[in-house]
């Protein structure tokens, strides 16, 4: 956001890209689609991309940038201008496109990105499924309000990203509170959280952060409203969305050993290594 910011993208294209990158990358959308279904990713891709176009309009409106005005001086000439004696770099060529690298981008640099934030989403996620009263998520089914307060007041200061939410919004449609709450987390959530308050604020304004914060919670109610009007429309089980079954193949097995294997060798890599550090520098 920072370097769009300086190549002279508006505060409003700004800010619609720390809205909808989280949500809507490719990554987020395959694993939106292997949780949730089908029906949750098209509704969580079209209503994060209208809640980022909707704050990128508002700030370009309400919170102008001032546009900075230069006086020439009366003896400058082209043949002085630095844009014309600089030497341009020369024009990159394309790169083809390289299996390998796919591979190496899914399984290592993506994984190793997020694996700190989808081990915390996959154990918190297991806990609030497992520890959750019944009797609590049945406040909740009975009180849409509450529930989505409680999603709200749960996801606007947590550090989550788009990836590791699923698992706790999956684990709180388990527990029975309804898709529209879980909505209201995976649309705030991976979207807000303290540190990204604190940097809008300092790179975009005080205007822009609230503008950013009241279409956020403003849109996620909404939407998470209107999901469970539409899940009440079509008759749609809540607990059918979530792909879950009794039975797994080989292959959901051989994934599953595949995937906990990669992330905690990627979540202990750091730790081994700052210990060979410090034992090769005592000669060790």
């Keep these: 956001a920072q370097a769009i910011k300086k190549q002279g993208a508006s505060k409003g294209a700004t800010l619609a890209f720390l809205i909808a990158t989280p949500i809507t990358g490719?990554?987020?959308?395959?694993?939106?689609?292997?949780?949730?279904g089908l029906l949750f990713t098209i509704y969580r891709i079209i209503t994060s991309t209208i809640l980022a176009l909707i704050a990128g309009i508002l700030?370009?409106?309400?919170?102008?940038?001032?546009?900075?005005?230069?006086?020439?001086?009366?003896?400058?000439?082209?043949?002085?201008?630095?844009?014309?004696?600089?030497?341009?770099?020369?024009?990159?060529?394309?790169?083809?496109?390289?299996?390998?690298?796919?591979?190496?981008?899914?399984?290592?640099?993506?994984?190793?990105?997020?694996?700190?934030?989808?081990?915390?989403?996959l154990l918190l996620g297991a806990l609030i499924t497992t520890a959750l009263p019944k009797d609590f998520s049945a406040i909740?089914?009975?009180?849409?309000?509450?529930?989505?307060?409680?999603?709200?007041?749960?996801?606007?200061?947590?550090?989550?990203?788009?990836?590791?939410?699923?698992?706790?919004?999956?684990s709180f449609i388990l527990s029975g509170i309804s898709p529209g709450a879980a909505f209201v987390f995976l649309s705030a959530g991976p979207a807000t959280n303290t540190v990204t308050m604190s940097v809008v604020k300092k790179m975009l304004g005080t205007k822009a952060l609230f503008i950013y914060l009241g279409v956020l919670i403003i849109g996620s109610l909404g939407f998470g409203m209107l999901l469970d009007m539409l899940f009440d429309r079509l008759t749609i089980n809540p607990n059918s969305i979530i792909h879950l079954q009794e039975h797994y193949s080989l292959i959901y097995q051989i994934s599953t050993l595949m995937l906990w294997a990669l992330l905690l060798y990627f979540y202990l890599k750091p730790y081994f290594q700052k210990k060979g550090c410090s034992n090769s520098c005592c000669g060790g």
Excluded: H, Q, R
């Design 140 to 170: 909740l089914s009975n009180n849409m309000a509450l529930s989505y307060i409680i999603a709200l007041a749960i996801a606007l200061p947590m550090y989550v990203c788009a990836t590791a939410s699923l698992p706790i919004a999956a």
């Design 59 to 121: 700030t370009n409106i309400f919170d102008k940038e001032e546009k900075k005005t230069f006086k020439a001086k009366a003896n400058f000439t082209i043949a002085k201008s630095p844009l014309l004696t600089t030497n341009l770099p020369p024009a990159k060529t394309p790169k083809k496109f390289s299996f390998k690298n796919a591979l190496k981008y899914g399984f290592i640099t993506l994984l190793s990105d997020i694996t700190k934030p989808l081990i915390f989403g």
């Design 26 to 36: 490719v990554d987020s959308i395959l694993a939106t689609y292997g949780i949730l």
